[in-house]
């Protein structure tokens, strides 16, 4: 009974939140400046809270693992967390999964960030915008820091130290017109890593997942050669309200379009498992099974097929 409630929940939701799509009034428009406008009536209606959660206790899980994914933007399935990166030509409210979390980071909707998956070290307002650019040094502060025998300093990821080359401009050593800082675009982002719990609640009897965590991925535009570099990681139930008013096109009906909480929560996506929880630090696959993609997938399928198959097991036994 519970279950069905809960679908029945999610389903008006979705009903619910479609009324606030910026081509609401679209057929009823005198003016271009109309569309989008919503009456008392459709704002009265149109709830922005996602769908709660609700409490799980610990001892209504009786199993559980908690595993890391990629969502390669360039499937087309996960298209429409990349598009549209081009928001000028757009009549309509659409933005990108990265577009809505900036814009949502700027006005401090979403303050929960983190510099890892562990959630462990905060990142302040400020700190998240220096992620948001790249940082590049010319040619000719290169030659600056030859001449006077500085080597430039890496951080863990593998790009320039931020900290050490502000530090190098704030003494001199280095012009602050060599210092390059291109911000980073939707048209960057390669894919989304996210971290997310898979249980079994034996309260409901049934096979749950709950999303933890997100974090965009761009290359390292000063890495030589340029590696992926997680920008920042963003826990994921402060980020739901935010996600929820903006909405996702649906390439099947546009008058129904659906929210990036429900793409989300709901695993529309195609993912790759990179990463489960292990005795071994949480290594990732590819640390164990190296220069190999074709094994790594199988791994992933493994890894994948244990989850999916505990419920099934369960119930065989």
């Given at each position: 009974?519970?279950?069905?409630?809960?679908?029945?929940?999610?389903?008006?939701?979705?009903?619910?939140?479609?009324?606030?799509?910026?081509?609401?009034?679209?057929l009823n428009a005198r003016v271009p400046q109309d569309v989008g406008q919503l009456n008392e009536k459709q704002k009265n209606?149109?709830?922005?809270?996602?769908?709660?959660?609700?409490?799980?206790?610990?001892?209504?899980?009786?199993?559980?693992?908690?595993?890391?994914?990629?969502?390669?933007?360039?499937?087309?399935?996960?298209?429409?967390?990349?598009?549209?990166?081009?928001?000028?030509?757009?009549s309509s409210g659409r933005r990108s999964l990265f577009h809505t979390f900036v814009a949502n980071l700027k006005s401090r909707?979403?303050?929960?960030?983190?510099?890892?998956?562990?959630?462990?070290v905060k990142l302040t307002y400020k700190e998240v915008l220096n992620n948001l650019k790249a940082l590049k040094i010319t040619?000719?502060?290169?030659?600056?820091?030859?001449?006077?025998?500085?080597?430039?300093?890496?951080?863990?990821?593998?790009?320039?130290?931020?900290?050490?080359?502000?530090?190098?401009?704030?003494?001199?050593?280095?012009?602050?017109?060599?210092?390059?800082?291109?911000?980073?675009?939707?048209?960057?982002?390669?894919?989304?890593?996210?971290?997310?719990?898979?249980?079994?609640?034996?309260?409901?009897?049934?096979?749950?997942?709950?999303?933890?965590?997100?974090?965009?991925?761009?290359?390292?535009?000063?890495?030589?050669?340029?590696?992926?570099?997680?920008?920042?990681?963003?826990?994921?139930?402060?980020?739901?309200?935010?996600?929820?008013?903006?909405?996702?096109?649906?390439?099947?009906?546009?008058?129904?379009?659906?929210?990036?909480?429900?793409?989300?929560?709901?695993?529309?996506?195609?993912?790759?498992?990179?990463?489960?929880?292990?005795?071994?630090?949480?290594?990732?696959?590819?640390?164990?099974?190296?220069?190999?993609?074709?094994?790594?997938?199988?791994?992933?399928?493994?890894?994948?097929?244990?989850?999916?198959?505990?419920?099934?097991?369960?119930?065989?036994?």
């Open positions: 009974m519970n279950s069905k409630v809960t679908i029945l929940l999610f389903v008006l939701s979705l009903l619910i939140s479609e009324i606030g799509f910026a081509q609401a009034n679209l209606a149109n709830d922005e809270d996602p769908l709660p959660y609700g409490y799980v206790d610990d001892r209504d899980i009786l199993w559980s693992k908690t595993i890391w994914e990629r969502i390669d933007v360039d499937e087309r399935v996960n298209f429409p967390y990349y598009y549209p990166i081009d928001t000028l030509k757009l909707n979403i303050i929960e960030v983190y510099e890892d998956d562990a959630f462990k040619p000719g502060g290169v030659d600056q820091l030859n001449e006077q025998l500085i080597e430039i300093k890496l951080n863990d990821a593998g790009g320039i130290d931020r900290n050490y080359i502000y530090s190098l401009r704030d003494q001199g050593l280095l012009n602050e017109d060599f210092i390059e800082e291109p911000e980073i675009t939707a048209e960057e982002i390669v894919e989304y890593r996210i971290k997310g719990t898979w249980y079994f609640n034996k309260r409901l009897g049934e096979l749950k997942y709950r999303l933890l965590g997100i974090a965009p991925v761009a290359y390292e535009l000063a890495g030589d050669p340029p590696e992926l570099m997680e920008l920042f990681w963003i826990w994921f139930p402060d980020a739901r309200k935010s996600l929820n008013t903006s909405k996702v096109f649906n390439e099947g009906n546009s008058s129904k379009p659906i929210t990036f909480d429900a793409m989300l929560n709901s695993r529309r996506f195609s993912g790759f498992i990179y990463k489960e929880e292990n005795v071994y630090e949480d290594r990732e696959i590819e640390k164990y099974i190296q220069k190999d993609a074709l094994r790594q997938l199988l791994e992933s399928e493994r890894i994948k097929n244990v989850i999916l198959d505990y419920e099934l097991d369960l119930w065989n036994n």
